[in-house]
């Protein structure tokens, strides 16, 4: 056999196995699908046979069983014997309606409640507006003499001194000879 004659067979053999197991996993697919359906009918089926019996009624199939066919209908059971009267009387008529009373006296007063605790003191709040100046007070006792408004502190000496064309008292430190 020839190489391009093997090739072709190798071909047509690997297509033909792709085709086959397409073609199987189509068939899974679609049986899936229609156990899904078939379960989904049963669910409905039964739940319409439960209605059914809800409202009163036979109904003409009964539900799926998992383990093959239904089973027959069974049949009815006795009726109960009816059970004795009680010894109530006849109802009466139905009385009218009364008339609304009359409103009643006022009650007293309670007492006075206890006074409750202070409570926290607030944030103080803005200033005020200024107020009207007050009235002049009475004048003081004259305080002592002072000194004289030409005075130097101690360790500086009174002397004069030329500002810009002007002549002015100023203030020197004094200058301590023979000091270290």
Same mark, same amino acid.
């Given at each position: 056999?020839?190489?391009?004659?093997?090739?072709? $067979?190798? &071909?047509?053999?690997? %297509? +033909?196995?792709?085709?086959?197991? %397409?073609? $199987?996993?189509?068939?899974?697919?679609?049986?899936?699908?229609?156990?899904?359906?078939?379960? =989904?009918?049963?669910?409905?089926? /039964?739940? $319409? &046979? @439960?209605? &059914?019996?809800?409202?009163?009624?036979?109904? &003409?199939?009964?539900?799926?069983?998992? /383990?093959?066919?239904?089973?027959?209908?069974? %049949?009815?059971?006795?009726?109960?014997?009816?059970?004795?009267?009680?010894?109530? +009387?006849?109802?009466?008529?139905?009385?009218?309606?009364?008339?609304?009373?009359? =409103?009643?006296?006022?009650?007293?007063? +309670?007492?006075?409640?206890?006074?409750?605790? @202070? *409570?926290? %003191?607030?944030?103080?709040?803005?200033?005020? @507006?200024? *107020? @009207?100046?007050?009235? #002049?007070?009475?004048? *003081?006792?004259?305080?002592?003499?002072? /000194?004289?408004?030409? #005075?130097?502190?101690?360790?500086?000496?009174?002397? #004069?001194? !030329?500002?810009?064309?002007?002549?002015?008292?100023?203030? !020197?430190?004094?200058? #301590?000879?023979?000091?270290?």
């Amino acid at each position: 056999m020839e190489r391009s004659e093997r090739l072709r $067979l190798a &071909v047509l053999y690997w %297509t +033909g196995f792709i085709a086959v197991l %397409t073609a $199987l996993a189509f068939v899974i697919f679609i049986i899936t699908g229609l156990q899904d359906d078939l379960r =989904d009918a049963n669910k409905a089926r /039964n739940a $319409l &046979v @439960d209605q &059914v019996r809800g409202l009163g009624a036979t109904p &003409v199939v009964g539900p799926a069983g998992k /383990n093959g066919a239904k089973g027959e209908p069974g %049949t009815n059971g006795k009726d109960g014997s009816n059970g004795q009267p009680g010894a109530n +009387g006849i109802n009466g008529k139905d009385g009218s309606d009364g008339t609304d009373g009359k =409103d009643g006296a006022a009650g007293s007063s +309670g007492k006075d409640g206890a006074n409750g605790k @202070d *409570g926290a %003191t607030g944030p103080q709040g803005p200033q005020g @507006d200024k *107020g @009207d100046a007050g009235a #002049t007070g009475p004048q *003081g006792p004259p305080g002592e003499k002072g /000194n004289d408004g030409q #005075t130097c502190p101690e360790g500086y000496s009174l002397g #004069t001194a !030329i500002l810009g064309n002007r002549n002015a008292l100023v203030c !020197i430190q004094d200058q #301590t000879f023979g000091k270290g």
